[in-house]
């Protein structure tokens, strides 16, 4: 049996977004920066899309730059406030995707204040502490995420813009995570910036968007041609475009059905592993308000731990021990680092999607039984 749970690191792509891509891909080639009939048609794919993802999240088509991914667009949105907005201050936390930490920390070297926001043992935010870290006088950004692509836990979004919005600060979410798990409203939701990447909920790698609120003005991050709206240089990834929107349409509009039936898999695991496995604990608030499609499982201390990912590999069942974006790393995972988990403990993250069963979490459970006692 192949079980793939591992979908916060990437998802399979959906039939149905393919299917919208392959014409794109096969017949409509023109470039959609020239002005012929060629580039005309495929120009109104691109501006199709930008109104399809503006709609579902309830905002303007010129607020939506397409982008490469969450990484670009999360550099994008920090990279551009210090440039364009004058920011001199970045609040994050010390939690955040490596996209945000790594792009604050250059930002440090060329003279920017970051400061980090305390976390509680599951990962949420010291609200007190972010107040007061916001009561200085300089032009601040708050970038802080969603949903924890590790341990999956939330942050609410209104309560951080609300303070963001007491201090004349800008704010910042990563949601690449949450984004097509979630309905987002940003008519309601006070925000600055807002990130997604299309291969999290079953569309095409290399393609995502920054949301920028229309009262921003920003320049370029990449130069070259006038694409967006001037603001990312360079010919856009057509199909992967119209996969993104397809794919965030697709998600949105089955949102609750597969909200429903994902929570059911992570709470069912949640009791399988507490019924097979004595010791066993979770990373995060698992069993509170979390991110729905990840569960992180901190094991009993074991001489076999070195060895676990590797062994339920040859079983056949794809997972990981924290952010696939760390992988290589002997560190060891910053975000269990950051909420002060043991050391001693091995920790998997298991991620879920639509398309996993409960007979998925039954052979994996029991394999990982298996392994610890056998």
Do not use: W
């Not at 060629?38 to 109104?44: D, K, M």
């Not at 676990?308 to 997972?319: E, P, R, V």
């Amino acid at each position: 049996m192949k079980v793939y749970f591992d979908n916060a690191a990437t998802t399979p792509l959906s039939d149905e977004v393919l299917q919208e891509m392959i014409p794109i891909l096969k017949d409509q080639f023109g470039n959609p920066s020239s002005t012929h009939s060629f580039g005309r048609q495929v120009r109104s794919k691109i501006e199709i899309a930008r109104r399809k993802v503006a709609s579902l999240i309830h905002s303007e088509p010129s607020e939506i730059c397409f982008t490469s991914g969450g990484t670009e667009a999360d550099n994008m949105a920090i990279r551009c406030s210090v440039q364009d907005l004058g920011v001199t201050h970045i609040i994050t936390s010390k939690i955040e995707h490596h996209a945000v930490l790594h792009t604050a920390e250059e930002m440090a070297k060329k003279g920017i204040h970051v400061s980090f926001v305390q976390l509680d043992s599951l990962g949420g935010v010291d609200m007190n502490h972010l107040e007061e870290l916001l009561q200085g006088n300089e032009k601040t950004l708050v970038s802080l995420m969603h949903a924890n692509n590790e341990v999956g836990t939330l942050i609410s979004l209104k309560e951080v813009s609300a303070l963001c919005r007491k201090y004349d600060a800008l704010f910042h979410s990563d949601t690449v995570q949450t984004m097509g798990h979630y309905d987002f409203n940003l008519k309601e939701l006070d925000l600055d910036f807002l990130t997604c990447s299309a291969h999290k909920l079953h569309g095409p790698k290399g393609v995502g968007f920054l949301y920028i609120n229309q009262k921003l003005s920003l320049n370029p991050m990449i130069f070259g041609g006038s694409q967006e709206r001037n603001r990312r240089g360079g010919t856009e990834n057509v199909y992967g475009i119209v996969g993104l929107a397809k794919a965030l349409e697709e998600a949105l509009t089955e949102v609750d059905s597969h909200h429903d039936h994902i929570q059911g898999l992570k709470t069912y695991m949640i009791e399988q592993l507490e019924a097979n496995i004595p010791g066993v604990d979770f990373n995060g608030d698992a069993k509170g308000e979390s991110l729905y499609t990840v569960l992180n499982v901190s094991l009993p201390p074991s001489e076999k731990s070195e060895i676990l990912l590797f062994s339920l590999d040859l079983m056949g069942i794809a997972c990981s021990g924290g952010s696939a974006c760390s992988s290589g790393s002997d560190k060891g995972s910053h975000v269990l680092n950051g909420i002060g988990s043991n050391p001693n403990r091995p920790a998997i993250r298991f991620s879920f999607s639509k398309y996993n069963t409960k007979e998925e979490v039954d052979y994996a459970v029991s394999k990982l039984k298996e392994i610890y006692f056998n």
